[in-house]
């Protein structure tokens, strides 16, 4: 009988020993590629302390550079009395900035990508021509980048107010009517 005890008894911390070491190495194990990707984020930690070591001394060499450059410009300068060539003055040429610049750039976008948007479109092309339909019929509508049947109504009657097909679709020829109209307001 003791001896059956002995046994279990045994028995029974050898299995909690055999259930304890189980779960400490189930805990403990990590799947391979966790185990991969740990050692790549150590790699690229490792890369960057040595790029921006290299940064630093690049920086130290190109501030070595300008000093040498400026002391050559110094040296090479024109002397006061030196009379120097004369240059015309560069031309330059002037760049119209229009009241709603930004919108027109956006717009000039859609044409040059060839955007073309009807019902049931999304996204910020869409809010493109909202701001401009608000702008265009004065109002101050959501624009909620969606395309919706109010928006192809208006437009439609935009197109229809410009002379072009008025579909209530929008395409370049659309967008570069948006254009002139709002170049025209400035």
Do not use: C
Not at 89 to 96: H, I, N, S
């Amino acid at each position: 009988m003791w001896d059956n005890l002995k046994f279990i008894v045994f028995s029974v911390v050898a299995l909690v020993l055999v259930g304890l070491l189980g779960y400490w190495a189930f805990t403990t194990l990590e799947p391979g590629d966790l185990h991969v990707l740990r050692q790549e984020k150590q790699d690229l930690l490792q890369r960057n302390r040595e790029l921006e070591k290299e940064i630093a001394a690049l920086k130290s060499e190109l501030g070595t550079v300008a000093a040498e450059k400026d002391k050559l410009a110094e040296a090479v300068a024109p002397k006061p009395e030196e009379e120097k060539p004369t240059t015309p003055p560069p031309t330059t040429t002037t760049t119209t900035t229009y009241k709603n610049q930004t919108l027109i750039n956006e717009l000039q976008k859609l044409v040059t990508n060839n955007v073309y948007m009807k019902v049931s479109s999304q996204g910020t092309r869409v809010g493109t021509i909202q701001k401009f339909l608000n702008l265009y019929n004065k109002t101050s509508n959501k624009v909620d980048n969606d395309y919706g049947p109010s928006l192809k109504t208006a437009i439609t009657n935009f197109q229809k107010a410009v002379g072009i097909t008025a579909d209530g679709e929008t395409g370049p020829a659309t967008y570069k009517k948006m254009i002139e109209w709002l170049k025209k307001q400035g």
